[in-house]
């Protein structure tokens, strides 16, 4: 799938996960900065809100409107993923008060995470922070649905993603 930055392309790394794929482990940083991988949500659905940085007006939108849904979702645990350091992800929930989603940090590992979810930004001005998109994972880390935004500027499908569960 091409991918675009304000209609221009972006070359994207790694391969896509696709529905019916198991994802790949992780360990990525929470708001302590301590390392989490997929079995610290064992059991649990997931969200997976991936996107370039926290601090740009269609990241900070996809963050509310996911914390919105993060309400009312069973069992399911919304992860929204970001190279932003964790620092600036405590300030940016803080400020807006989001309390329903979990914030990582790639920063220790963006190459590595985002290579591995198909999700790398590997030319233009965003070069090594991740692509916009929105992968829903089963109890048993089953991709359900999965959506790698076409326009990076642009919000992805979040009635499509929330369907699913």
């Known amino acids: 799938m091409a991918v675009t930055l304000k209609g221009g392309p972006v070359k994207i790394g790694g391969q896509f996960l696709s529905k019916g794929q198991k994802a ?6 929470d708001k302590t900065r301590a390392d989490v991988d997929l079995a610290h949500f064992a059991g649990k659905r997931k969200v997976l809100n991936i996107f370039p940085s926290v601090d740009t007006p269609t990241c900070a939108t996809s963050v509310r409107k996911f914390n919105e849904a993060a309400a009312k979702l069973n069992n399911t645990v919304v992860l929204c993923i970001s190279a932003d ?3 600036a992800q405590n300030r940016f929930c803080g400020a807006e008060k989001i309390e329903n989603v979990q914030t990582l940090s790639t920063f220790r590992n963006t190459k590595k995470f985002a290579n591995d979810f198909g999700v790398s930004i590997d030319d233009t001005s965003l070069a090594g922070l991740t692509s916009r998109a929105v992968i829903v994972l089963n109890e048993n880390n089953e991709v359900l649905h999965s959506e790698l935004v076409s326009e990076i500027t642009e919000e992805p499908n979040y009635e499509a993603a929330l369907n699913v569960l």
């Open 24 to 29: 790949p482990d992780f360990s990525l940083a």
């Open 85 to 87: 350091l964790p620092f």
